[in-house]
């Protein structure tokens, strides 16, 4: 009796759990990209792809001005921006920075996702010092200003990029930090330059062999 209970749940709700699985393997594996390729392969997808999600949301509610965004309070911004930096550090370094180190006859690298996950990185670096600058506030016409979260991403990007417009500075306490985010910045821009020429290059046949 009891077995053919089961039996008729399972077929009834058959469907559901067909559904169920077709969504788990759509998000497992379009959407973070847990497939194919070996564990590290899978691993930074998977990690490049959160940092992805988070910026275009973070972004998107900055230039928005989503109230739910403005009103943070600032001991847990300043918080929640030091842990995202290190995590933005450690994805630059090892998933960036080092991968053309790694590049031998038994690991190629493929420059096109080297270009996708530097831009991507870019994106989520600009993005989480913003945070730093949201919570310890920016210098503007020499008064100290707590700015929104949109002038502070405009702040991080006119950094990381190296413009200085000077419109706005960083307070005495991120001096450092704001130079070392332009130093990453630069680090960011030799990537990129770099996986594009090699991407290029891979597209060229090599008329040396003909």
Avoid at 166 to 184: E, H, N, T, Y
């Amino acid at each position: 009796m009891a077995l053919n209970l089961r039996d008729h749940l399972a077929e009834v709700f058959a469907p559901e759990r067909r559904f169920a699985l077709l969504t788990w393997r759509f998000v497992r594996e379009k959407v973070f990209g847990l497939h194919g390729g070996t564990t590290g392969s899978r691993r930074r997808r998977f990690a490049i792809r959160a940092c992805l999600y988070w910026s275009i949301v973070y972004v998107f509610t900055s230039v928005l001005r989503v109230p739910q965004v403005e009103a943070f309070d600032t001991k847990r911004l300043f918080l929640a921006a030091v842990m995202l930096m290190a995590v933005s550090t450690t994805v630059f370094i090892v998933i960036v920075l080092l991968m053309p180190f790694r590049d031998r006859a038994e690991f190629r690298i493929n420059p096109k996702r080297l270009l996708g996950d530097t831009i991507v990185s870019s994106l989520f670096c600009i993005a989480v010092f913003s945070l730093l600058y949201r919570s310890v506030g920016l210098v503007s016409g020499g008064n100290q200003i707590v700015p929104d979260a949109a002038t502070a991403l405009y702040f991080s990007t006119v950094t990381f990029s190296t413009l200085g417009y000077g419109d706005f500075a960083p307070s005495v306490d991120l001096r450092l930090v704001a130079s070392a985010q332009a130093l990453i910045g630069n680090l960011h821009l030799g990537m990129i330059v770099g996986s594009t020429f090699a991407a290029i290059r891979d597209q060229v046949p090599d008329l040396s062999k003909e």
